[in-house]
């Protein structure tokens, strides 16, 4: 098992976990808005954190994850980490706030070149736009993508960032899931821990790389692919598995 595996790497040291939402703690929905954290998920989570310290990192806005994900012991990094905040650690990216004017311009740019294309979301968030195109038929994909580039040529402050049926204009900033774990670590002094992050996405993958040296990542995929991941599973349902193995481990 995953849980035994990791708690004998760790030996004697404390495990550290950091949880991606969707497609980890709740599943890949066709509205972003109807990704509910289960109950039973909740639960276990609240266990594993009486055992751990458990951070929540996320493309959501950081009000938005630590709502649904309703805990406020534990730590919370929304817009991929340009905003944290916790119980011992909080923090804006510097550059985050200044991004905050051209992303309404680009986002008005992205509505008005999409506005004949069926199935188009556009999610602004305090410090990105996300566009979605799970909904739209995929011969009108290449128009999204064509949409968002012009916006971003536009404003060259921002990059487009991309996961599952999504492109995402962010600020242009040397930061990603990554380094904001990698704050975490320093800022909450768990230095001295065996870091676990479990993700399913490609924002992910920077924090899979940050913490191979240190820790390990677990990708969620239901399809196997490249991943920079120690482990795989399938699931939400089976990271919430995991998670119950953890919080059930015997102390040592």
Not at 66 to 83: I, M, N
Not at 126 to 151: K, M, Q, W
Not at 217 to 237: F, K
Request: charged content about 25%.
């Amino acid at each position: 098992m995953i849980a035994d595996d990791l708690l004998r790497a760790a030996a004697s040291r404390p495990l550290a976990l950091f949880l991606d939402y969707d497609g980890t703690l709740a599943p890949i929905v066709e509205r972003p808005e109807d990704a509910v954290l289960a109950p039973a998920t909740r639960d276990v989570l609240r266990r594993v954190a009486a055992r751990w310290p458990v951070a929540i990192v996320s493309g959501r806005d950081l009000e938005d994850v630590r709502a649904r994900v309703g805990l406020p012991e534990l730590a919370y990094a929304g817009c991929h980490g340009l905003e944290i905040a916790g119980p011992r650690a909080s923090r804006v990216h510097e550059a985050a706030a200044a991004a905050a004017p051209q992303l309404g311009a680009a986002a008005d740019l992205v509505a008005h070149d999409t506005r004949g294309i069926g199935g188009v979301q556009l999610e602004r968030k305090r410090y990105t736009l996300a566009v979605h195109f799970r909904r739209v038929r995929e011969g009108d994909v290449p128009a999204v993508r064509e949409a968002v580039a012009r916006a971003q040529a536009r404003h060259p402050a921002l990059r487009v960032g991309g996961g599952k049926k999504v492109l995402e204009l962010m600020p242009d900033v040397d930061w990603d899931k990554g380094r904001a774990v990698m704050w975490l670590i320093e800022t909450l002094g768990l230095q001295a821990s065996f870091p676990v992050y479990v993700g399913d996405d490609r924002t992910d993958e920077d924090a899979f790389r940050a913490l191979g040296p240190i820790g390990a990542g677990i990708a969620v995929q239901r399809t196997p692919a490249p991943t920079e991941a120690r482990y795989v599973l399938p699931d939400p349902e089976a990271v919430r598995e995991l998670l119950s193995g953890l919080a059930d481990a015997p102390r040592r």
